[in-house]
């Protein structure tokens, strides 16, 4: 009788051990889904910001706040890359705008700088292209380690 208790025991400890990997594996796949959600959500944003740009060829100072926010998000979600190319686009949109003023006639400035300036930034930072570049190494959904091991151990 003691046995047969003890081999109970010890199925019911590996359908534990089963269940709690199953669970672990369940919670590490859903807070990866959160912060791939997250983090796209920053990458969204910034598109968004360079679409606007592109769209009516001046930065649409409108949605600054929304590229701001998705920076500030970038602190916690990313490294400092990322974080420093969001700066960099809301500083360039700064000072793009800043250009078409002394283009504009608004204020005083040398014309022709500023239009070889606006211009320049225009198509530097309006390249889909390079923002997803400095994304692509956080959004790309990549295996979790328990997956990792399963496919070493079955090669």
Not at 20 to 45: G, H, K, L, N, P
Not at 102 to 112: K, L, W
Not at 113 to 129: G, N
């Amino acid at each position: 009788m003691s046995d047969a208790i003890s081999v109970l025991s010890a199925v019911t400890s590996l359908i534990a051990v089963v269940v709690a990997v199953a669970s672990w594996r369940a919670a590490e796949q859903a807070a990866s889904a959160t912060i791939f959600d997250q983090r796209f959500a920053v990458y969204e944003d910034a598109e968004w910001f360079i679409a606007a740009w592109q769209r009516k060829g001046q930065p649409d100072m409108d949605e600054l706040p929304r590229l701001v926010s998705a920076w500030n998000r970038s602190h916690f979600l990313f490294g400092p890359e990322v974080t420093a190319r969001l700066r960099l686009l809301w500083t360039d949109a700064i000072a793009a705008q800043m250009a078409g003023r002394v283009i504009a006639g608004e204020i005083e400035g040398d014309h022709q700088a500023a239009v070889a300036k606006f211009h320049a930034l225009l198509l530097e930072q309006t390249d889909p292209d390079k923002l997803r570049a400095v994304f692509m190494g956080d959004l790309k959904v990549h295996a979790s380690g328990w997956e990792r091991v399963r496919r070493f151990t079955l090669r």
